[in-house]
């Protein structure tokens, strides 16, 4: 289950990473100003669309992942680990959400 | 001990994914707080952040190259194409740095 997640949020996250990067190169050219960004982002329902999806796969996969590094490198197993592990996706999609409408609403 | 290049790649996807996970939060904060923004722009002219900046973008771009690799390892039936997938996955993540580097 955690495999196929792994995979399937990766899949989404390939196509959002790769969209972000290019966005990211094409906007700081010319430096950047807080006005300048919201102009163009508040109001935009489709980049509040792809940001959200963003957040979402995020929060699939980043604590799916760290999983792999609490058990190999740390030995951390149990409920311990799991509960922060939630906690951790559960700021994350706060977080990030909260940001989305930051930027977008 | 010489190792194999997928060992270096798997320690690249892991050391940048670990550093994307501690990064999310921050960037997550900062865009929640795009009022803000323009004093924390300010701060991000300083030349160790550009640095910062630059080397957590080269990360997503590295952990997305290797990323891609493992997909393709074992979603695809071929196997020979290991190294040319590691080299792939550097180039790219290279492109990525160096377009950034040259736009900031």
Known sequence: MLWIAQRASAAVLALCVAVHLATVIYAVQGGLSAAEILARTRGNAAGFAFYSLFVLAVTVHAPIGL?????????????????????????LAWMGMRAAVGVFA | MKKESSYWVFMVHRVSGIALAAFLPLHFWVLGNALQLDS???WTEQPLVKLGEWAIVL??????????????????????WQKGLAAAAAALALAVGLALALAL
């Open chain 2, 40 to 42: 924390f722009l300010a």
């Open chain 1, 67 to 91: 999983r792999s590094v609490l058990i190999e490198w740390l030995g951390w197993r149990g409920r311990s680990r799991d509960l922060f592990l939630l906690i951790f996706a559960a700021a």
């Open chain 2, 59 to 80: 990360a997503l771009a590295a952990h997305l190259g290797g990323g891609l690799r493992v997909l393709a390892l074992e979603f695809l039936p071929w196997r020979d």
